[in-house]
């Protein structure tokens, strides 16, 4: 029997497993993330699943923070006191003037 009859086969389904597994493990919109984790039309921004966006009104609302489209990205802009909602799946810290991942200990 020809190798190739062999290899591509064994190829594929691995292809095929591993797509799979990348469409379950996605995750929500303020959940943590590494790059290509995140649910369709969000991106791994600052440690955590963000909305991809043209303008403003395409960032869902975060009572009480300024949640604004930046280069494609939303983007949860820090309080005065450079606070940041902790109401997301991840823990949030101020880096600059934005929100961004707490990073694990």
């Keep these: ?26 995750n929500s919109f303020g959940e ?18 963000e909305e991809e966006c043209v303008e403003d009104s395409d960032c869902q609302p975060i009572d009480g923070w300024k ?15 450079g606070a940041c909602p902790q109401t997301l799946a991840t823990p949030l810290e101020c880096i600059t003037e934005w929100c961004a991942a707490t990073k694990p200990d």
Excluded at 37 to 49: F, I, K, N, P
């Design 67 to 81: 949640h604004e489209c930046h280069a494609g990205q939303c983007q949860i802009a820090c309080d005065d006191q």
């Design 1 to 26: 029997m020809n190798a190739r009859n062999l290899i591509v086969p064994a190829l594929l389904l691995l292809l095929a497993d591993s797509i799979g597994c990348e469409e379950d493990d996605r």
């Design 32 to 49: 943590p993330c590494a790059p290509e984790v995140c649910d369709e039309g969000l991106s791994c921004y600052a440690g955590y699943c």
